[in-house]
């Protein structure tokens, strides 16, 4: 009887938190659906009275849409390969190979761990001026090709593959490149999926950095375009909502075709063989 009390209890606070987290996206599509009036109505109404499917077309037309797509589809994806690529090198150079200051430089990477990254704006964007990169893409993905996080994410992933594969190809002629690349890197699969998508996620969300960096319209991404929605006399917020699932639905469709690499990489991290 308490087994059973037990395992209603956790499914009940399950679906508790289902419905909490799942409670904003369904006022957003609600409301993108609303007029302008019924979305500031007070008290507010939960259901339109009539179906605005036209606040989605008026998104392309009051915003560059396509445009900022692009930049942002391109940005993301640029961060992602190089995160991939950048923090793969790094963790496993942290994991397997023996250097002189190893422990200390991998102590410092943890250390940036536990400073907010706000402090880190101003030296980026003087450093992206001083490249002369100022309103250009270049600028947008440009400090997110690597990252701390990524790095000592994808070292515990090597740390926990068994050291006998390493030494069977090392009997095989391997270098430690090939090592990485034919051995390694195969093995983590899942490590690098989470590590993609949680980079995917930053950099399609990422709104104050695109806004620092770039004042051409031609070069913001989609939720600096969105915000600027905001920032207007008076703010549509049906078509402001409807704007925000376009943009999302890239995301969440990515997730959702990848959760079950994601749910086992973050289960997997700080386990160790």
Same mark, same amino acid.
């Given at each position: *009887?308490? #087994?059973?009390? +037990? ?26 659906? #609303?007029?302008? +009036?019924?979305?500031?109505?007070? @008290? ?16 392309? #037309? ?16 640029? *961060? ?22 190893? #422990? $200390? &430089? ?5 250390? &940036? ?12 964007? %003087? ?17 997110? /090709?690597?990252? =701390?996080? +990524? ?34 890197? @195969? %093995? ?9 998508? /949680?980079? =995917? ?9 695109? /806004? ?6 031609? $070069? ?16 549509? &917020? ?36």
């Amino acid at each position: *009887m308490n #087994k059973k009390i +037990g395992k209603f209890m956790i499914y009940f606070t399950l679906i508790c938190g289902g419905i909490l987290s799942t409670t904003p996206f369904v006022w957003m599509l609600v409301t993108s659906l #609303k007029t302008m +009036g019924e979305s500031t109505q007070i @008290p507010p109404t939960m259901f339109p009275s009539k179906v605005m499917w036209n606040n989605y077309v008026e998104v392309f #037309k009051l915003l560059p849409f396509g445009k900022y797509f692009i930049n942002t589809l391109l940005s993301t994806l640029i *961060m992602v390969i190089g995160q991939l690529v950048f923090c793969s090198m790094a963790g496993y150079a942290f994991a397997r190979l023996q250097f002189w200051g190893k #422990k $200390k &430089i991998f102590l410092v990477f943890l250390t &940036i761990l536990m400073v907010p990254g706000q402090i880190y704006l101003i030296p980026q964007y %003087l450093i992206i001026q001083k490249l002369g990169l100022l309103n250009s893409l270049t600028a947008l993905f440009l400090p997110g /090709l690597f990252s =701390a996080f +990524g790095t000592f994410l994808l070292k515990q992933f090597f740390e926990t593959i068994p050291r006998e594969l390493e030494e069977a190809a090392i009997i095989d002629g391997c270098n430690p490149f090939q090592i990485y690349w034919r051995v390694m890197l @195969p %093995l983590i699969k899942p490590a690098l999926i989470t590590l993609a998508i /949680l980079t =995917a996620l930053y950099g399609w969300n990422s709104l104050m950095w695109p /806004l620092i960096v770039n004042t051409s319209a031609s $070069k913001m991404t989609l939720s600096a375009g969105l915000a600027s929605l905001a920032g207007q006399r008076t703010t549509n &917020i049906p078509i402001m909502m409807a704007g925000s699932l376009v943009a999302m639905a890239p995301m969440l469709i990515f997730f959702i075709i990848f959760q079950k690499n994601f749910i086992e990489g973050i289960a997997s991290t700080g386990s160790k063989g």
